[in-house]
């Protein structure tokens, strides 16, 4: 799988993977730093993180086009230079909503500039001959890298922002923000039994017995806040990692930041025809169609997901469930699991042997250490389970492509839209589980609506919380479904792409995400006004449709990618 690619893949996975950490760190915590800030409904918070990533994912277009004009390189520096210092404004704890969106407008104009280049750049290396057979598995490779960043971006996260509460004494209770909020603006707006609730969090916080809860309301609220900046100046200072790396190493990647125009006037790159161009422009765009309904069902992620691991998630879970939400014990236990693959799979030579065993028994020793120090009980984060995806993604991603290579063995080969359309049906099949768990709950009975919990009690905590493997299994349905879908994607664009277009088709499929991270966005509607299984239902259908027509235009696809 590693083997007999160019170096330049690794300097760009590696720039790209520091970009992601910061760029994932800061969406772990994105819908709980809106709602902690600015107070503002749960189906408003998803208007803005709809924009926001539509911003983040149509602003490649404008990147796209300059990079095709200018150079690839100059615009990824470029869009590093204005991320940094996006994130060095948001992490400024003192500022009030204007700077907070100018903040998020600049972050997503550097990602604009930085993503869909950086793919281009990749898929420029593998335009030489004797890499170009391994520009899926390049992919693959490069799209681990992003998913190590993101595995340890909700740790880095949750991590700073509980630090940073202690110092004022204070710990996260999922409570409190929408209570605190209520309290301030009207305190009649909370019955007599979310008020009880609340002064009982808040005594428990505090160990004062007399306490205010207009002054406490406004205290958390700052050193919550606060707290999330601290995890918004980790993206910044994962960026300038990133920065230097894709500077140091230039060489490694240098031959392939060329323009095509200019490639294609020296003789160097051969033209299309006009109907071959019409013809990829067109499958592209028809390809652009379906992945947007993905987008929408996956970016749940960090918001109808995560406000279901908040809301209807319980928050305590046995020290056996905590080993994958602790992060020195998940990394112990990805030890041992390394160590007897090295021990089945690589067991040839004595240092895979050495390998294999070393890391078996460090593993089992601090996992042991860990588990023992657990209690019987112990609390969880709603935003670490958005580590769950990029550390499948890092697992499954072998498995993927073993599954892929078995039938290009049996010349059976997969075609990457084929690919596509598999993982629309299995997206739908994700939601599948949400619908049940939502529709049956813990005992029998349907997962209350928000709008219910909302009004009956003040806060947006259910009474009814289910398991934390209903989450757990939904990311790794979705996992699945991303795998068949979005490398084979960013390599299908790749290869289709006319030439002088490959910046700007590049941004086509980033602005194809952007659009369905904005309908994302939208969900967040009947989430707040509907019963769960019905929101989760809409998604499910989505996927469906989108999977049905992907196969509708399969022979057209085809034929473009051998135009």
């Given at each position: 799988?590693?083997?007999?690619?160019p170096?330049?893949l690794?300097?760009l996975?590696?720039?790209n993977m520091?970009?992601?950490f910061?760029?994932?760190?800061?969406?772990?915590?994105?819908?709980?730093?809106?709602?902690?800030?600015?107070?503002?409904?749960?189906?408003?918070i998803g208007?803005?993180?709809?924009?926001?990533?539509?911003a983040?994912?149509?602003?490649p277009i404008?990147?796209?086009l300059l990079a095709?004009?200018?150079?690839?390189?100059k615009i990824?520096?470029t869009?590093?230079?204005v991320m940094f210092?996006?994130?060095v404004?948001?992490s400024?704890?003192p500022?009030?909503?204007?700077l907070l969106f100018s903040?998020?407008f600049i972050?997503?104009?550097?990602t604009?500039?930085f993503?869909?280049?950086?793919?281009?750049?990749?898929g420029?290396?593998y335009?030489?001959?004797?890499?170009?057979?391994?520009q899926?598995?390049a992919?693959?490779?490069?799209?681990m890298?992003i998913?190590v960043?993101?595995?340890f971006?909700p740790?880095?996260?949750t991590?700073?922002?509980?630090l940073f509460l202690?110092f004022?004494?204070?710990y996260y209770?999922a409570?409190i923000?929408?209570?605190a909020?209520?309290?301030?603006?009207d305190q009649?707006?909370?019955?007599?039994?979310?008020l009880a609730k609340?002064k009982q969090i808040?005594?428990?916080?505090t160990?004062?017995?007399n306490?205010d809860?207009?002054?406490?309301?406004?205290?958390?609220?700052a050193s919550?806040s606060?707290?999330y900046?601290?995890g918004?100046a980790i993206?910044a200072?994962a960026?300038v990692i990133s920065?230097?790396?894709?500077?140091?190493?230039?060489?490694?990647y240098?031959?392939a930041d060329y323009i095509h125009?200019?490639s294609?006037?020296?003789g160097a790159?051969a033209?299309l025809?006009?109907?071959?161009?019409?013809?990829r422009?067109?499958a592209?765009?028809?390809?652009?169609?379906?992945?947007i309904?993905?987008?929408?069902a996956f970016?749940q992620?960090?918001?109808v997901?995560t406000l279901?691991a908040k809301?209807?998630?319980?928050?305590h879970?046995s020290n056996l469930?905590?080993?994958?939400?602790d992060?020195?014990?998940?990394?112990s236990?990805?030890?041992?699991?390394m160590g007897i693959?090295f021990?089945?799979?690589k067991?040839e030579?004595?240092?895979?042997?050495?390998i294999g065993?070393?890391l078996?028994v460090?593993?089992?020793?601090?996992?042991?250490?860990?588990?023992?120090?657990f209690?019987?009980t112990?609390r969880?984060?709603p935003?670490?389970?958005?580590a769950f995806?990029p550390i499948?993604?890092?697992?499954?991603t072998?498995v993927?492509?073993?599954?892929f290579?078995?039938f290009?063995?049996?010349?059976?080969?997969?075609?990457?839209?084929k690919?596509i359309?598999i993982?629309?049906?299995?997206?739908?099949?994700a939601?599948?589980l949400?619908?049940v768990?939502?529709f049956?709950g813990?005992?029998?009975?349907?997962l209350?609506?928000?709008?219910?919990?909302?009004?009956s009690t003040g806060?947006?905590v259910s009474s009814?919380?289910?398991?934390p493997?209903?989450l757990?299994?939904t990311?790794f349905?979705?996992t699945?479904?991303?795998l068949?879908l979005?490398?084979m994607?960013?390599?299908?664009?790749?290869?289709?792409a006319?030439?002088?277009?490959?910046?700007?088709?590049?941004?086509?499929w980033?602005?194809?995400t952007?659009?369905?991270?904005?309908?994302s966005?939208?969900?967040?509607?009947p989430?707040?006004?509907?019963?769960?299984?019905?929101?989760f239902?809409?998604l499910?259908l989505?996927?469906v449709?989108s999977?049905?027509?992907?196969f509708s235009?399969l022979k057209?696809?085809?034929?473009?990618?051998?135009?």
């Open positions: 799988m590693f083997k007999g690619h170096k330049g690794y300097v996975a590696l720039s520091g970009e992601r910061g760029y994932y760190t800061m969406l772990a915590i994105f819908t709980l730093f809106i709602e902690a800030k600015l107070g503002i409904p749960e189906s408003e208007q803005v993180w709809g924009i926001f990533l539509a983040v994912y149509g602003l404008l990147g796209g095709d004009r200018l150079g690839y390189g990824v520096v869009g590093m230079i210092l996006g994130y404004l948001l400024y704890p500022a009030g909503t204007p903040s998020l972050i997503a104009l550097g604009g500039f993503k869909g280049n950086m793919v281009v750049l990749l420029n290396l335009e030489d001959p004797q890499y170009k057979k391994q899926d598995t992919f693959n490779i490069y799209y890298g998913n960043g993101a595995f971006a740790f880095a996260a991590g700073m922002r509980n202690s004022d004494k204070y209770d409570n923000p929408r209570f909020h209520n309290f301030i603006k009649s707006s909370l019955s007599a039994d979310a609340f808040a005594v428990q916080m160990g004062n017995a306490i809860l207009a002054a406490f309301s406004k205290s958390y609220l919550l606060g707290a900046n601290m918004f993206a200072v960026i920065f230097l790396i894709f500077l140091l190493f230039k060489k490694y240098t031959h125009k200019k294609t006037e020296a790159v033209e025809t006009p109907k071959q161009t019409k013809d422009i067109v592209l765009i028809l390809v652009f169609i379906t992945v309904f993905f987008w929408m970016h992620n960090g918001l997901l279901f809301n209807y998630t319980s928050s879970v469930t905590y080993i994958l939400f992060l020195p014990a998940l990394l236990l990805i030890a041992v699991i693959v021990l089945i799979l067991s030579t004595v240092t895979s042997k050495i065993v070393v078996m460090v593993g089992a020793i601090v996992l042991y250490t860990r588990y023992i120090n209690g019987v112990n969880i984060d935003e670490t389970f958005q995806n499948f993604v890092v697992f499954l072998p993927i492509i073993a599954f290579a078995s290009i063995n049996k010349g059976k080969e997969i075609s990457s839209p690919k359309g993982g629309m049906f299995i997206a739908a099949f939601y599948v949400m619908v768990v939502a049956i813990k005992d029998g009975s349907a209350d609506s928000p709008l219910l919990i909302k009004n806060g947006s009814m919380l289910v398991s493997y209903w757990i299994s990311y349905t979705l699945i479904a991303e068949f979005s490398p994607g960013l390599s299908f664009v790749a290869k289709v006319p030439p002088k277009y490959k910046g700007l088709m590049q941004g086509g980033l602005g194809a952007a659009l369905g991270n904005y309908l966005g939208v969900i967040a509607v989430y707040a006004n509907l019963q769960l299984w019905q929101t239902s809409l499910v989505t996927s449709i999977g049905v027509f992907i235009v057209r696809l085809n034929a473009a990618t051998t135009s």
